[in-house]
């Protein structure tokens, strides 16, 4: 028996975002802002970023563990319904946004 994870877990390279029309564009159209994403144990999951403009998303960690594969999901719901309910991409890394769930820590 090895005690190597599933390789599925570390399918980390691609940002996570929702279809189109349903949230924030997965593509910068200027600098971004990034705040990174830990979960309740003060582990770090990956880092929501915004261009403050229109566009948003979350990238997951280069090594994830795999306990840690239902931040994806869960940033996707977050991201979804931040944007059904109007809050513009430049609020995006409102801590308060990702409460109680994860602690976001903005980037300096």
Not at 92 to 98: F, I, K, S, W
Request: a negative charge; glycine letters at 8%; proline letters at 9%.
């Amino acid at each position: 028996m090895t005690d190597t994870p599933n390789p599925r877990f570390y399918d980390y390279v691609t940002p996570i975002t929702v279809s189109r029309g349903e949230s924030y564009d997965f593509k910068a159209t200027g600098p971004v802002r990034r705040a990174a994403v830990h979960d309740r144990v003060g582990r770090l999951l990956g880092h929501v970023w915004t261009d403050d403009r229109q566009a948003a998303g979350f990238t997951r960690i280069e090594d994830p563990e795999p306990d840690m594969a239902y931040a994806g999901g869960r940033m996707r719901q977050i991201l979804a319904h931040a944007y059904k309910s109007g809050v513009p991409a430049s609020q995006l890394l409102d801590p308060a946004l990702y409460a109680p769930d994860f602690e976001l820590r903005p980037d300096a």
